[in-house]
């Protein structure tokens, strides 16, 4: 299972960016999609996920201002990112939960892509 995460960017604050993360490969299906960041030197945090018949949910630092959605047919997630702030810079990894053939639930994260929140 291959994730591609696409859309990173430098914008000023108070801009919006959108990601998108799309998942190809061999699974069943894929259950957990999410967005997670981290600053060099610091640890990986959640971010935003969307779970398949449950919805969204964020981190309460992006909490009305990111929004999170899936094409479930396309296997894709979106992130869409507005007001963005200086402390919103970081890479951007797309996380995903496959489950293959015999009901297994594997991890598989996307590349990063690098959001940079400047003036």
């Known amino acids: 299972v291959q994730l591609q995460a696409f859309g990173g960017g430098l914008v000023q604050p108070g801009g919006s960016l959108t990601l998108s993360c799309a998942a190809s490969?061999?699974?069943?299906?894929?259950?957990?999609m999410g967005w997670y960041r981290q600053v060099q030197g610091e640890q990986r945090e959640w971010v935003a996920a969307f779970v398949k018949n449950v919805g969204a949910n964020y981190a309460d630092s992006v909490k009305g201002r990111f929004t999170v959605s899936r094409d479930n047919d396309k296997y894709t997630l979106y992130l869409q990112m507005n007001s963005l702030m200086a402390e919103d810079t970081a890479v951007y990894y797309c996380?995903?939960?496959?489950?293959?053939?015999?009901?297994?639930?594997?991890?598989?994260w996307g590349q990063g892509t690098q959001v940079t929140v400047s003036s």
């Open positions: 996380n995903a939960v496959a489950v293959d053939n015999n009901g297994i639930g594997r991890d598989y």
């Open positions: 490969g061999n699974f069943f299906t894929i259950n957990y």
